[in-house]
């Protein structure tokens, strides 16, 4: 799912671009964050954060792509979703920018966990004649994993 928005601002590029990419900025303009915590860096490449959100959705956030004034890309990672947000920004006068945002979320199967894992293979044991039998306790030499 994607979608794309675009808007004149009559702001500045550098200012405009400064604004909206500072991690601590971001709720006054994202109306679905209550604040942000874990915050490395100002908005710079590789800076990431935790958004925390109105409804709970607490995610990672990474900067992946920065050239000020002109492009802006996050990544944002929350249980099985993966978000990217792109911010273009043209100006085209001294007080004037072009600001192009586009929006994609994919959702990825959830991985298993490794406690998970280990009890989705404990249920599928196979015995041979040589390892443990019903009503028999472990040993060290009977039964490996």
């Not at 996050?74 to 911010?87: D, F």
Request: proline letters at 7%.
């Amino acid at each position: 799912m994607s979608g794309t928005v675009r808007l004149d601002a009559p702001v500045a590029a550098n200012t405009l671009f400064d604004y909206l990419t500072d991690p601590y900025s971001r709720p006054q303009w994202q109306s679905s964050l209550r604040t942000v915590s874990d915050v490395v860096g100002r908005g710079e490449l590789g800076s990431s954060w935790t958004d925390v959100t109105a409804v709970g959705a607490r995610p990672a956030m990474l900067v992946t792509a920065s050239e000020r004034p002109r492009l802006w890309i996050e990544q944002g990672r929350w249980r099985w979703i993966t978000a990217v947000l792109r911010l273009d920004l043209l100006p085209y006068g001294p007080e004037q920018t072009r600001i192009t945002a586009t929006c994609s979320i994919k959702k990825t199967s959830p991985k298993m966990s490794i406690g998970q894992h280990h009890c989705h293979r404990a249920g599928k044991h196979r015995h041979n004649g040589n390892q443990q039998k019903r009503g028999d306790k472990p040993g060290p030499d009977k039964h490996r994993h």
